[in-house]
């Protein structure tokens, strides 16, 4: 049988006084399960979802280490170009003090080269034992002093970084020639040739002392014993070596 409402406002009354509908959260799930009922597309849904998240926490993890490397580049290049400009006032410095350095041991390499011949002198008549004399005193070689400045060792390089240009270092040590003394001589007594030798031995401007020849001469009329000693310049320490003002008396 087919009922009609003629009254349709009494329907909304009985409803609205009914005190209002209520949400079912089971039957909401319910409802889903029956509209997806394939497996594969809630796979598919939640490895999206997740693939998402973990593509969301890559970008911001990659972001905040692109920012934090941008900053310690500004960084770096502020500090190389800090640096860069003291580097070079560094190698002005240095060449600056290589420069000072090989005048400094040329002037040295001459001053102690200058009194060659005075400490060959002084030694030598110091060590001269009586009944014994000198006839000639000769040498080989040259002080420093003669030698030109073109015997300076050739310059070094440094820095052997790659891309960067090498610093020549000019090697301060400045070259001496060897200065061979031969000496010469008379004795009449053959224990003062010995004496001589020793005593030119203990020199500290002498060394290497050797006996080159000794014979029987003749000399106006006398036998006596010629002698020729070899023997080498030796530099010592300048601790070891007293030097003294020289006074001049002006009238």
Not at 126 to 140: D, E, H, K, M, N
Not at 234 to 241: A, D, G, K, L, N
């Amino acid at each position: 049988m087919i009922e009609i409402n003629l009254l349709p406002g009494a329907r909304r009354k009985s409803k609205r006084g009914g005190g209002g509908a209520k949400f079912d959260l089971g039957a909401s799930v319910a409802s889903i399960r029956e509209r997806v009922r394939e497996p594969w597309l809630i796979g598919s849904v939640t490895v999206t979802v997740i693939a998402l998240a973990v593509v969301g926490v890559l970008y911001a993890t990659q972001s905040a280490r692109e920012t934090k490397i941008e900053e310690e580049l500004q960084t770096a290049v502020q500090d190389s170009t800090r640096y860069a400009s003291v580097l070079k006032e560094r190698e002005k410095a240095e060449a600056r003090r290589d420069t000072v350095l090989r005048s400094l041991n040329l002037i040295k390499a001459i001053d102690d080269d200058r009194f060659i011949w005075p400490h060959v002198m002084d030694e030598v008549s110091r060590a001269l034992p009586p009944y014994t004399w000198i006839v000639s005193l000769g040498f080989t070689g040259a002080g420093q002093a003669q030698v030109p400045i073109t015997t300076l060792q050739a310059a070094t390089s440094t820095d052997s970084t790659p891309g960067r240009k090498k610093r020549r270092v000019i090697n301060t040590n400045i070259p001496r020639d060897t200065v061979r003394l031969r000496v010469v001589g008379n004795t009449v007594d053959i224990q003062a040739l010995t004496r001589f030798i020793r005593q030119l031995e203990a020199s500290a401007f002498l060394e290497q002392v050797q006996l080159a020849k000794s014979e029987r001469a003749n000399d106006n009329g006398k036998e006596v014993t010629q002698f020729q000693l070899d023997m080498l310049y030796s530099r010592p320490e300048p601790s070891m070596v007293r030097r003294v003002p020289l006074a001049v008396s002006v009238k």
